[in-house]
């Protein structure tokens, strides 16, 4: 999770194992440990990296996750098709604070010191 937030380009994926299209359940290889937990949104990503489907993750275990999709979308999900967990705008953003600091702790949980002003 961490990792996710510092490193932006880090994102883990998971393939398509299994396909229900008529319930719109697509269940993926990825697991709890890969960040794929309940409520978590995954999208789904052609070859060429465009977005095909996004959904909740509706169950996880040790070896899997399974994915909720709108029903048409998901007759257009392949099998081996890439699902990742999409990085969140705001964690994009380094955001500027005007307190000063002279350490991280003075910065939050995830702020960081620069030359005495928080980011």
Known sequence: MMAGIFFKGIAIA?????INADKGLIII????????IMGAKVCFYSAS???IACGRVKQTSESYATIKVN????????Y?????????????????EDKGC???SECGDFGVCIYGKCY
């Open 49 to 51: 990296g465009e977005i």
């Open 29 to 36: 290889d990825g697991n709890k440990d890969d960040g794929f």
């Open 71 to 78: 029903n048409r979308k998901s007759k257009q999900i392949t």
């Open 80 to 96: 081996g098709m890439e699902a990742k967990i999409p990085v969140e705008k705001s964690s994009e953003k380094v955001t500027k």
């Open 102 to 104: 002279s350490d991280d």
């Open 14 to 18: 998971a393939q398509v194992t299994r």
